[in-house]
């Protein structure tokens, strides 16, 4: 999906290191877990309290996946920590609120609707503070634009323009991540809190 290796543990590092920060009870969702790099970094981060849905949407990779959490000793969770195993397409899980969102579905590859309504649906989802982390690999999309064909390159500048209307709403950081093949950019959107919430913050 865009990348040559499964993700290295410092793109995995960097993916979840707001979620690093996080207090107290936090519900977590990982979309696109792939071969589980992300999630490997995602669960010793959790406590009892927490819950975390995996999303994945191919069956072979997921069937992977818990086979894999199975055997590993660093998987084994603490009693009253939730992981939700789901085998469905993102757009389909149960409404519910996240406090951290780690994403690392290839929204360049998508067609344009699809890229705006999938990153709708992950602003909407994003309790208001909550985090929102995903990957783009620094020169793969450009490579990709340089050798293909009008049309491809009319839906890559679509795409582009629309990752850039959420990103100028909601983007706090970007960081490059050379340690990984190809190098990876990681950008981390954060939804405002309501007026109450702020009004809340500021009387403490």
Known sequence: M?????????????????LAQKQGPVRVLEAGAGTGSFTREIIPLLEPGDSLDVVEINPDLMAYLKQQFKREPGSQTEPGLKINFIN????????KTYHYII??????????????????LMID????????????????????YLFS?????????????????FADQYQVKRKSVLR?????????????????????????
């Not at 499964?6 to 793109?11: F, V, W």
């Not at 994403?103 to 709708?120: A, G, Y």
């Open 2 to 18: 865009g990348s040559i290796l499964p993700s290295s543990r410092a793109l995995a590092q960097a993916g979840v290191a707001y």
């Open 88 to 95: 469905d397409d993102i757009r389909n899980i149960d409404p």
């Open 103 to 120: 994403f690392s579905l290839p929204l360049t590859n998508f067609p344009p609707k699809m890229v705006q309504e999938i990153l709708d």
């Open 125 to 144: 989802r994003l309790e208001p503070g909550g985090v929102f982390s995903y990957v783009n690999y620094i020169f793969v999309r450009r490579l990709k």
């Open 149 to 165: 064909g009008s049309a491809v390159k009319t839906e890559m500048r679509t795409n582009q323009g629309i990752i850039k209307s």
């Open 180 to 204: 990984n093949v190809p190098p990876t950019w990681v950008y981390y959107w954060q939804k405002p809190l309501s007026n109450e919430q702020l009004s809340m913050s500021n009387e403490q």
